[in-house]
């Protein structure tokens, strides 16, 4: 059989997946030898010169290397602004090869060549950089996007190569420095469980303890994917990403552009397109909100750029995979039932198989929204910069202003130096830094400021006073006019004007913008007459006359067009603000000066939170800088208050608007920015907090991803739920009752006295019935903030009366001083589940607290860790003394009930998130989050599962674990799931091993 384009497609990527993995030096060379011919092949029958291509699908073209060439001249009937641009011919050939048609007329070559340079023409703008080149005209880069464009990755990371020991990759580790390379050369090491032990299976070789890993791609995500939903907050890079690539892709010259490391889905024709647009669209004659409503707003944007007289093959191209539809800000679509259509009129169109990539914002990506988008891959999310691709971001701007003599050459490298040295030690700097969008401006300042702020009302505030400086300083450009502020105070009776009435009238328009029309990009737009007419209503309060007011109104606008940047016009009468985080941050000094602050900014928030949080974050980050610390602290109660006015505020407002409130804290930079308030009482309020936050945790109302973060949040407040000092424990031991009950908060839940069947959850296997006493099980697996007392005690030299034998012997002889992973920021949230720990540890642990609640504790009970039969009985028995197969009944697991792989977490969560999975007697994770520590012997279930162990040595295969983590899938989330593991393993970056205490009788 005939090899064609698609077979050799196939063959090249199965060899380059073979490429990644660990090989001999023999192998590689020979793979690689391999991979150079099929590729050879591949370029020679898709013949780019013309020849037939067929029905190709080019989705299918994964990693294929093709033989392209850029044209340089662009000469198509109509007006390409700028200069001309290479356009790849690859994209083109490609683009008519997937849409049928083999041999295109010059006419149709000649219009989809003109629609490319307009794509780059349009989408390689990098806004800011283009606004201070008007502004600094003296001294200012030309920039575009792809000058300082940076390589993007998501959050997951990859497998490289795994080995028995770490140092096998030293080398590695020194060359993939994310501190000094970008993500592409990036490496990490991670220590792999040890699933069997050699010292018990000497006939199985040791599996690899170590894995290098390298963070995925965003190009990579793209191709592997024919739909991807890509996540991000503000300014973290996802409508570049998008531009950047659309741009690759329409003049890229090389058959692997270098621009697009980790690309494998070959040329294809990029579409971008405005969801903001689109949704705009959707609610005027003729729109449709759905997916051919969607697919006529793509071919009109496309006809728009030139595409004329090609809608079928574009369609053709679609659903054959040779097109790639880039829809940019599914978040800026303002409204929020309309968002959720746009939703759905994306997932509608996909469903032809066409490539599609959706960009949002993390926050907006609701339930609601992501509903639609559940038959694709999971949305991938983007990193943060690491100080390598900050590096480089630096060094390619200063490059750049260099190679155009903006500045030397030497005082480049200076600089360069200088500012990457501030991100690299001064950890505020470089926290803004990891947004590409903060980066931008930090580059900004110090480009034409050298200034450097410290946080990110900080650097909003130096960019907008480096714009306004403008108008009160008169530039050193030869034969420069005088500024704005001296041309208007020309006129005596404006002698008291200030900058701060321009500026204040500037803020009030962005305030008026961001509730107005939205551009593509998510900014408000405003029509000329608005603008003008603000700005003559300021004039006129100074009794100048409307004609006057209207010529200086005049002024103003030619001044805020033509010189400064600050307006952008839009086309026709529109008028916008340079960027979206420009708007919010103005509109939030507006907002935030507002006598009725409290009840406007909850009616913003109310009706689209997405839309004005960060407008809300910025004002009160500007408030705790300044003198609006009541404000601040006033609104914090505001949001948390039981009332408004006469109207009592339900559990479904109350507590969506307690979780915004501890945002809010938390943007403001926590309790201390309020220090020093006297018209709110502070502790009450933090009281307040506290208990709201608990109040969410431990309802249905939110969605589980909010009760997550609202855990989160109180870990840091410390979460009341959780005795911590000795005081809490004897006060929670004190609140025990002998009720069972899946009601009431307290810590310690009563099991009852019973005779329970242990064991026989499968088919033929064997059961026991088993009597156990009255005890009472932990609500909660153990926490950080419980364990944390224990570490500064517990492992020191005098604590050997706590520890097993074997225990201590094990301690001593690896220097043990802290669980694993008790120095990784994703396990040391105060109120997650400890993990890490071996059971030697937490045996020692239950001994070290029995001794400091001596006397509180009932008489011949201490705590311990539970049994087998404790634990099962406990999981699966409800008030009528049923066994069921999950704690919360008979219904199948859902992240709202339990965490596990599918709440897609990647860590333990906040104890206690999901209430409607809670046991019978309250207990809460019982199954998901973490695996638990047991007491008894794995091999003596279940006759003998009710018997405490009396001690295991490092050699015992035979301690239980029960309950599943965040890791498992749905299988092991059930009371029936079981798990066992030496007494001193400990690594948990997987299978996260946690504890549950108990207060028991003393061994049976």
Known sequence: MNDTPESLARQIADVEHDLTQPLSPRTKATLEQELAALRQQHAALLNLSGAQIGDARFGDMAGGNLDKHTQGKVDVPGEVRGAAVGVNQGTIQIFFGSAGISNPADAQRALVQHY?????????????????????????????????????????????????RADTFADALTAGDPAVVLPEA??????????????????????????LERPLLLTEALSRHRQVVLLGGPGSGKSSFVRHLAVALAHGEDAQ???????????????????GEFAAWTQQPGGTLDGPGLWRYLLAQAQAYGLTGLDEPLSQAFNKGGLLVLLDGLDEVADPSLRVGVARAVAKLAEAGGRVVVTCRVRSFDQAVAAPFASWTPPVTLAPFALGQMRHFVAGWYARSADQGVIVADEA???????????????????????????????????????LPEDRADLYEDLVELWLNRWRVRS????????????????????????YHLRNTLERLAYDAHQNTLA??????????????????????????????????????????????????EGGDLYGVPHLSYEEYLAGCHLGQQATFHALAYAHWQRDPGRWREVIFLALGR???????????????????????????????????????????????????LIGVTTVGLPELWQTLVASLAEVIEGNVLPVAERIRAGSVLGDLDDPRIPVTPDDWRRELGRRSEGFTVAGDHYWRYVRPETYQIGGWNKGEPSAKITLPAFWLARFPLTVAQYAPFVAEGYGKDAERWWTPEGWMWKQANQRTEPWGWDKPEYRGTNQP??????????????????????????????????????????????QMQRRPYPWGDAEPTPERAIYDESNLGRPAPVGCCPSGAAACGAMDMVGNVWEWIASSHKGYPAQSGVVGKGFTTDDYDVPLRGASWYDNRTNVRCGARFRNYPDFDFDLYFGRGVRVCVSPRSR
């Open 413 to 451: 490298t200076r600089r360069v130096t200088e500012l990457t040295d501030r991100l690299a030690h001064l950890h505020s700097l470089r926290d803004l830094g990891q947004t590409p969008l903060l980066l931008t401006m930090i580059t900004l300042l110090h480009f034409y400021e050298g200034k």
């Open 623 to 673: 408030m705790v800088r300044g003198t609006g610390r009541e404000t601040a602290a006033g609104w914090l109660a505001f949001l948390l208050s039981a009332a408004h006015g006469d109207r009592v505020r339900g559990a479904a407002e109350r507590q969506p608007a307690a979780v915004f409130a501890a945002e809010c804290l938390e943007q403001m930079g926590g309790k201390a920015a």
């Open 834 to 879: 400890v993990i890490g720990v071996a059971w030697y540890e937490v045996t020692a642990f239950c001994a070290w607290l029995s001794e400091r609640l001596q006397g509180a504790l009932p008489v011949g009970y201490l705590v311990r860790l539970p049994t087998e039969a404790e634990w099962e009985a406990t999981a699966a028995y409800d008030a």
């Open 520 to 569: 593509h990009d998510g900014r408000g737009l405003l029509h000329r007459h608005l603008v003008r007419g603000a700005f003559e209503d300021l004039f006129a309060q100074f009794e100048i006359g409307p004609g006057l007011a209207a010529e200086k109104a005049t002024l103003v606008l030619e001044h805020l067009e033509c010189e400064s940047g600050l307006l952008l016009s």
């Open 476 to 499: 050193n450009e030869p034969g420069a006019p005088l500024p704005l502020l001296a041309k208007l105070k020309a006129d005596k009776s404006l002698g008291f004007l200030k900058d």
């Open 116 to 164: 490319l340079a307009r794509v780059v023409e349009t989408c390689d703008r990098l806004r800011l950089s283009g606004l201070v080149q008007r502004e600094r005209r003296d001294a200012s880069p030309a920039l575009t996007l792809s000058h300082v464009y940076v390589v993007l990755a998501a959050e997951t990371w990859e497998r490289v190569d795994a080995a028995e």
């Open 257 to 275: 552009p270098p621009t697009l490391p980790g690309w494998r889905a070959g040329w294809l024709l990029p579409l971008y397109a405005a969801l």
């Open 186 to 211: 990036t490496r990490r090491v991670i220590e792999l469980p040890r699933e069997v032990d050699p010292r018990h299976t000497a006939k199985q070789p040791a599996a690899p303890r170590f894995r």
